[in-house]
């Protein structure tokens, strides 16, 4: 009885260590992959931010740009002209 008893010692112990290697190479993995997916990651991040310094200087010149161009006490005076006729006509229909 004692030669069974570590007969399924020895099995048990052979499953749960190539258990073990097998979850230990399934972590060994992810970690590989999550590591390779950020480093992409803070790549394209990286390249993303090199562009938008590039094209930061052009941004600011067209804001300036549209501000001169804008008049926007006129286009506030226009909207508000337009919702008063909305809310008119929205009246006039009940």
């Known amino acids: 009885m004692a030669e069974e008893l570590s007969a399924e010692a020895l099995i048990f112990l052979v499953v749960f260590l190539i258990a073990t290697f097998w979850v230990v190479r399934l972590f060994m993995k992810l970690n ?3 590591r390779e997916k950020t480093d ?3 790549e394209k991040m990286n390249e993303l931010e090199r562009e938008y310094v590039g094209i930061k200087p052009e941004l600011a010149e067209l804001r300036a740009m549209l501000d001169a161009r804008v008049d926007y006490s006129f286009l506030e005076k226009k909207l ?3 919702v008063v006729m909305v ?3 929205t009246k006039s229909r009940r």
């Open 40 to 42: 992409k990651i803070t």
């Open 87 to 89: 809310m008119d006509r």
């Open 80 to 82: 508000h002209e337009l």
């Open 32 to 34: 590989r992959e999550v």
